[in-house]
């Protein structure tokens, strides 16, 4: 079965879940592929007409919030026990280095690391968990979580969702610039090496051979 069979066979429904629950659920404090999944969803739907753009930005939109909001539930009520598991389980990602470098950042910045750390991606998975931890006011984490979330998530995916179209109408039509530039040189070609080769041959045309030299009128006749 071809590529664009397979994925003409998906709902569209199910893309539009799997982009807000992998989202949701790295914004819980679990290190996956959010952004990645986010942007090859736009991409598709930039090549395939089944998938709209608008309802991936609103179910990222909505895993971004939902998943950051029950992240502060769970670090409001547990973050150092948190932290202490997930530096264990994902010491790459939630090391003591890693955890005091985000706590600093959202000690000094507040609500504007919230809305601004969803476009970073170690703040993103922190997010919630830290804001929670720090007994952040839930009021305006809510506010700062719910813009930075709408404004990632809506402006990736028209961005790639625009550039995917630009990109597939250019491609479509690349197979008629490539004839068409080749068609041009090929003649430009043609013509340029016959001028050098008649610069070259400027008389070639006009030497006489021998038979017809010796048949001209008034010529000597051989051993006279």
Do not use: C
Not at 82 to 101: E, Q, V
Not at 111 to 129: D, E, H
Not at 197 to 212: F, G, I, N, Q
């Amino acid at each position: 079965m071809h590529v664009d069979e397979i994925l003409n066979a998906i709902p569209p429904l199910a893309v539009y879940l799997i982009v807000g629950l992998v989202i949701g659920t790295e914004s819980l404090g679990i290190p996956l592929p959010g952004e990645i999944v986010l942007v090859s969803a736009s991409l598709l739907a930039s090549q395939h007409d089944a998938l709209n753009p608008l309802w991936i930005g609103v179910f990222a939109s909505v895993g971004a919030i939902v998943g950051d909001s029950i992240g502060y539930v769970i670090g409001r009520k547990g973050g150092p026990r948190l932290f202490a598991w997930a530096g264990r389980r994902f010491p790459k990602h939630f090391g003591p280095a890693h955890i005091a470098k985000a706590r600093g950042v959202f000690q000094r910045r507040g609500v504007w690391a919230v809305f601004f750390g969803r476009f970073i991606a170690l703040l993103r998975i922190l997010a919630g968990p830290l804001a929670g931890s720090l007994h952040m006011h839930y009021g305006k984490f809510l506010a700062a979580n719910a813009a930075g979330g709408i404004v990632w998530a809506g402006g990736t995916t028209a961005a790639v969702y625009y550039l995917g179209t630009v990109a597939e109408e250019w491609l479509s039509r690349f197979s008629w610039i490539g004839l068409a530039v080749a068609v041009v040189a090929g003649v430009v070609g043609t013509m340029i090496v016959r001028k050098r080769m008649a610069a070259h041959h400027p008389h070639e045309d006009e030497t006489p051979l021998p038979a017809e030299a010796a048949a001209a009128p008034g010529a000597e006749p051989a051993g006279s």
